[in-house]
C-alpha cells in the first residue's frame, strides 16, 4: 500500500458524512480528487447533493464525474466541505495551498458548517512548519512581500510559473516559526499585496481523516 491508497481510503471515510440533500464544498489537490470521483459514483447512484468547488480544476472534475455544481452567489451557506491539507496539527490547525486554491478553498471552508479534511498519515505533524507556508500576493507585490517574509526569519521563494485562478502568484515559505498559527494568520493577512495565507486556524477543520496503514484514523478537537 502507499500514500495514493490511503488518501483514497481517506476519501471514502468522507463519504459516510454526505448526506442526500447536502450542499458541499469540494476541495483542490491530491487528495480531494479522488474524494470528488467517489462522490461523483454515489450521484450517479442516485445522491442528491449539489457543490460549490475550490478551484477550475475541482470544477472539471466534477463536472466529469456529473455533479451538480452551483456558486456562493447563489446559495447562502454549505454543509460541508471536504478538503485536503498539506499538514495537520494536533489542534486541527491546517497548513494548505499547495495545490495552489487556498484563496478559494479558505472562502469555501468558511462558508460551511464544518470542514472535514482527508489526508494520509504523512501530512500529520506535531507542529505545522515543515511544509512551506504557501502566500497567494498580487504580482507587484512579490518582491515587497518576499523582505518581510525574510525580516521574520523565512526564506520566501515565488512559484515559478504558477498564475492562480484569481490571477495571482504564490510566495512558498520555508523556515518560518509557527508558533501561533492563528496569530501568524492574522498577521499576514494583514500586509497590503497579501491575497491569503496558507495557514487554516481560524477556519481549522472540525475533523480529520487520516488513511494509515492500518486504516482511517480519525481526529477530532
Given at each position: 500500500?502507499?500514500?495514493?491508497?490511503?488518501?483514497?481510503?481517506?476519501a471514502?471515510?468522507?463519504?459516510?458524512?454526505?448526506?442526500?440533500?447536502?450542499?458541499?464544498?469540494?476541495?483542490?489537490?491530491?487528495?480531494?480528487?479522488?474524494?470528488?470521483?467517489?462522490?461523483?459514483?454515489?450521484?450517479?447512484?442516485?445522491?442528491?447533493?449539489?457543490?460549490?468547488?475550490?478551484?477550475?480544476?475541482?470544477r472539471?472534475?466534477?463536472?466529469?464525474?456529473?455533479?451538480?455544481?452551483?456558486?456562493?452567489?447563489?446559495?447562502?451557506?454549505?454543509?460541508i466541505?471536504?478538503?485536503?491539507?498539506?499538514e495537520?496539527?494536533?489542534?486541527?490547525?491546517?497548513?494548505?495551498?499547495?495545490?495552489?486554491?487556498?484563496?478559494?478553498?479558505?472562502?469555501?471552508?468558511?462558508?460551511?458548517?464544518?470542514m472535514?479534511?482527508?489526508?494520509?498519515?504523512?501530512?500529520?505533524?506535531?507542529?505545522?512548519?515543515?511544509?512551506?507556508?504557501?502566500?497567494?500576493?498580487?504580482?507587484?507585490?512579490?518582491?515587497?512581500?518576499?523582505?518581510?517574509?525574510?525580516?521574520?526569519?523565512?526564506?520566501?521563494?515565488?512559484?515559478?510559473?504558477?498564475?492562480?485562478?484569481?490571477?495571482?502568484?504564490?510566495?512558498?515559505?520555508?523556515?518560518?516559526?509557527?508558533?501561533?498559527?492563528?496569530?501568524?494568520?492574522?498577521?499576514?493577512?494583514?500586509?497590503?499585496?497579501?491575497?491569503?495565507?496558507?495557514?487554516?486556524?481560524?477556519?481549522?477543520?472540525?475533523?480529520?481523516?487520516?488513511?494509515?496503514?492500518?486504516?482511517?484514523?480519525?481526529?477530532?478537537?
Open positions: 500500500m502507499n500514500a495514493e491508497t490511503y488518501k483514497r481510503d481517506a471514502a471515510g468522507a463519504l459516510d458524512f454526505v448526506r442526500s440533500g447536502m450542499r458541499l464544498g469540494l476541495g483542490t489537490g491530491s487528495t480531494a480528487r479522488p474524494f470528488v470521483e467517489l462522490l461523483g459514483e454515489r450521484v450517479r447512484a442516485g445522491l442528491k447533493v449539489i457543490g460549490v468547488p475550490t478551484s477550475e480544476g475541482t472539471q472534475d466534477a463536472e466529469r464525474w456529473g455533479i451538480p455544481l452551483t456558486t456562493l452567489d447563489e446559495i447562502d451557506h454549505l454543509d466541505t471536504v478538503d485536503g491539507a498539506d495537520v496539527d494536533p489542534a486541527l490547525n491546517l497548513i494548505k495551498g499547495g495545490g495552489g486554491a487556498l484563496l478559494r478553498e479558505k472562502i469555501v471552508a468558511a462558508a460551511s458548517d464544518r472535514i479534511v482527508i489526508a494520509d498519515d504523512t501530512k500529520w505533524v506535531p507542529a505545522l512548519g515543515r511544509f512551506p507556508l504557501p502566500i497567494e500576493v498580487i504580482p507587484m507585490a512579490a518582491g515587497h512581500i518576499g523582505r518581510r517574509l525574510r525580516a521574520l526569519g523565512g526564506d520566501p521563494r515565488l512559484r515559478d510559473g504558477v498564475t492562480t485562478d484569481n490571477g495571482c502568484q504564490i510566495i512558498d515559505v520555508r523556515g518560518l516559526a509557527i508558533t501561533d498559527p492563528a496569530g501568524l494568520e492574522s498577521d499576514i493577512n494583514q500586509w497590503p499585496g497579501v491575497v491569503s495565507v496558507g495557514i487554516f486556524a481560524r477556519n481549522r477543520a472540525s475533523l480529520c481523516l487520516l488513511g494509515t496503514t492500518t486504516g482511517v484514523r480519525t481526529l477530532t478537537f
